[in-house]
């Protein structure tokens, strides 16, 4: 198995919004550099990008605000270039060179 | 399924033969509509559609206001309006519909006179007692669209659920602070069940469960930039007008004409950035997914779950299902101070020195605060609470960010520092969180150190101390 450093990368941008932004530093995009394999290697794919994301990108410590028995929180969409990611496989998809991961936190007020 | 209609070429014939909308336009509509009838695709049969259409809009708030101007003056016949909240001055910035003037009159009553004003030919309903599960498919199932223009998740899931059986097109909108969010949903109209091809979502497809309750925050909590709210008002009236013109709720998914004009299902988000304010406004259209297989309401199986009786006699509960937000903890007496007592004591000198600190957003303590009170937002106190329960470390260290004395007098003497904390917040929720939060952590050095929640928050300091205090 590779070790993490020889990993090769793969860059990615990654956006919040509907207040999820908060939790990331209070910044709206990231460009993510995200190692290609998990460190069981297999390919990264959303469960593992929002895994390290957890780990890596996130600067609020209230991580149950993204992420909820392992699985993203109920009522946060997950856009994989702007289509939801149901469309594309949910967690299983395959994370690609220049992918957009848009993470929203569904609104309610009026 | 409805027999396809014949005719249908486009806005300006469609289905009018079929609702028996022919008719000369009276003057007064011929001169009010003029400037929309011209547009390309709408013409008089649009226009005649909308007059002969019945909207619903749940909701005269910051969503409610501006949807309901455009569709009043667009002409649609029949506007219902369900609300049972009354104009207050902070609804004003953005609840445009309203008026100073009209300050404590029920909210469907002042947007209805401000309609009327704008528009006298449309026929208003007002409904002013908050929509339920009792009454909800009652008032619904009179008109031919519905506009969701609510604050909260357990009457958006209600409504979804309605117009799903009743099989009416919902446009949805929810707006918070500085993001907005908008979706077409149902439309056209279809049978609860019905799989074999691509069917419009519901409400639930796309928000399959609720977020949990403490991640969910309200204007009042959170406040609304009334430009972002009243964008998404707008853009669903746009949307509801298009619907009503084009008679694509009376129609079946299985038309020809509607199978052209199936469109991807989208979600509209607006995101507005008040720190970088020279940067780009953000719109995104997003690709939503169509009905789902499995969905609650809408899927495979749903007629098993939903039902106008069922939903009628309390099955499903909305209530449970999105868990509204309660008070979490109730600490014991004596670990909590009336505002009242607490202004009292000190005055005369009873209360020993103490920290006071309070727990409101930056914003709400800028405007002003009880004397010697030291800010610590919430939330970065459940953060810094999070990031010491994380790492390990000494519980008094949250004090860190408001008072260095702690630590200091510490290491000076090897003696904890007991001076006792008064916690406020803004209506007295938040404040018992962090008592008990400094509990946990230990912060009370064992009992040694009394910890006060002062009840009621700065609402109860307004109330019952200082009626001029800039409560928001």
């Known amino acids: 198995m590779a070790s993490k450093e020889d990993t090769p990368k793969i860059p990615i941008t990654v956006d919040f919004s509907g207040g999820l932004e908060m939790l990331f530093s209070n910044k709206r995009r990231h460009q993510v550099s995200l190692p290609s394999l998990t460190p069981e290697g297999q390919p990264a794919t959303i469960a593992y990008l929002i895994d390290y994301l957890c780990k890596n990108l996130i600067s609020d410590p209230r991580t149950d605000l993204f992420v909820l028995d392992g699985h993203i929180r109920p009522g946060i969409l997950v856009l994989i270039n702007e289509a939801d990611w149901e469309l594309e496989g949910e967690e299983e998809y395959e994370i690609h060179k220049g992918d957009n991961i848009l993470f929203v936190s569904t609104l309610h007020g009026g | 399924m409805q027999p396809t209609p014949t005719n249908n070429g486009g806005l300006d014939d469609g289905l009018q033969s079929q609702n028996g909308h022919d008719r000369r336009l009276t003057d007064e509509e011929f001169d009010r509509y003029s400037r929309q009838m011209i547009v390309p695709g709408m013409g008089k049969e649009g226009q005649l559609r909308l007059i002969n259409s019945k909207i619903l809009i749940i909701g005269a708030g910051g969503l409610g206001c501006p949807a309901a101007q455009y569709v009043a003056g667009a002409g649609v016949g029949t506007i219902g309006i369900v609300d049972d909240d009354v104009v207050e001055t902070s609804n004003l910035h953005r609840q445009v519909g309203h008026a100073t003037s009209r300050i404590g009159m029920k909210k469907v009553d002042s947007l209805i006179t401000h309609l009327q004003n704008l528009n006298p030919l449309p026929h208003y309903i007002a409904h002013s007692y908050p929509i339920s599960a009792r009454n909800g498919a009652d008032i619904i199932q009179n008109y031919d669209l519905v506009m969701d223009c609510t604050d909260n998740p357990a009457t958006r899931y209600l409504i979804s659920d309605l117009c799903v059986v009743l099989q009416k097109p919902l446009v949805s909108a929810a707006s918070v602070q500085k993001s907005g969010q908008l979706i077409v949903l149902n439309c056209p109209p279809t049978p609860q069940g019905l799989m074999d091809k691509k069917y419009p979502p519901c409400y639930r497809c796309c928000f399959p469960k609720p977020p949990p309750p403490t991640s969910f925050v309200s204007c009042g909590e959170a406040g609304i930039m009334g430009p972002v709210v009243g964008m998404m008002g707008v853009a669903q009236a746009g949307e509801a007008i298009k619907i009503l013109a084009s008679g694509l709720h009376l129609s079946s998914p299985s038309d020809p004409e509607v199978e052209r004009n199936l469109i991807q299902p989208t979600l509209l988000i607006y995101s507005y950035d008040l720190e970088s304010a020279v940067g780009p406004y953000s ?186 205090f800039p409560y928001i």
């Open chain 2, 283 to 468: 719109f995104r259209a997003l690709k939503m997914g169509s009905r789902k297989k499995k969905c609650f309401a809408c899927g495979e199986n749903s007629p098993e779950n939903l039902s106008l009786e069922g939903i009628k006699n309390g099955i499903p509960n909305y209530d449970t299902f999105c868990a509204a937000p309660i008070a979490k903890v109730s600490l014991p007496q004596q670990d909590r101070i009336p505002a009242a007592e607490y202004h009292d004591k000190k005055q005369k000198g009873e209360l020993p020195a103490h920290i006071l600190i309070d727990t409101r957003e930056k914003e709400h303590f800028s405007f002003g605060s009880i004397d010697g009170a030291v800010n610590y937002p919430f939330g970065k106190l459940l953060m810094k609470a999070a990031l010491i329960k994380r790492d390990g470390g000494d519980g008094d260290e949250i004090l860190s960010p408001i008072s260095a004395r702690t630590q200091a007098k510490k290491d000076d003497d090897g003696k904890d520092d007991d001076t006792p904390i008064f916690v406020v917040c803004r209506r007295g929720l938040d404040s018992q969180e962090t008592v008990e939060k400094l509990k946990e952590l230990g912060v009370d050095h064992g009992g040694k150190r009394k910890i006060m929640d002062i009840i009621g928050g700065m609402k109860a300091w307004k109330e019952k101390v200082d009626p001029s």
